[in-house]
């Protein structure tokens, strides 16, 4: 089973499709729990539109910062 927790409530569901469907419907943070593993965070953002996320926050996430951008400054 697979135990999707928002606030102090919990469901349980059969599959992770299932429980990521609903995670997204919630649209909030949760904490999905599955095999002595946990997944948190808010799903279903899924895109970027003039430079902002469905909620409205800012998205400034580039490759060009991250990790391997000072070895190829050094090239």
């Known amino acids: 089973?697979?135990?999707?927790?928002?606030?102090?409530e919990s469901k349980?569901?059969?599959?992770?499709?299932q429980a990521?469907?609903?995670a997204k419907v919630i649209g909030k943070f949760v904490t999905i729990r599955i095999a002595g593993m946990?997944?948190?965070g808010k799903f279903g953002?899924?895109?970027?539109?003039?430079g902002k996320c469905p909620d409205g926050v800012a998205?400034?996430?580039s490759k060009a910062s991250r990790i391997g951008r000072v070895k190829k400054e050094r090239t």
Do not use: G
Not at 1 to 8: A, D, L, Q, R, T
Not at 12 to 17: G, I, N, R, S, V
Not at 45 to 50: A, N, Y
């Open 1 to 8: 089973m697979i135990e999707v927790i928002y606030n102090s």
């Open 12 to 17: 349980e569901f059969e599959d992770l499709t």
């Open 20 to 22: 990521m469907a609903w």
């Open 38 to 40: 946990e997944l948190v």
């Open 45 to 50: 953002v899924d895109s970027i539109v003039d």
């Open 59 to 61: 998205y400034d996430w």
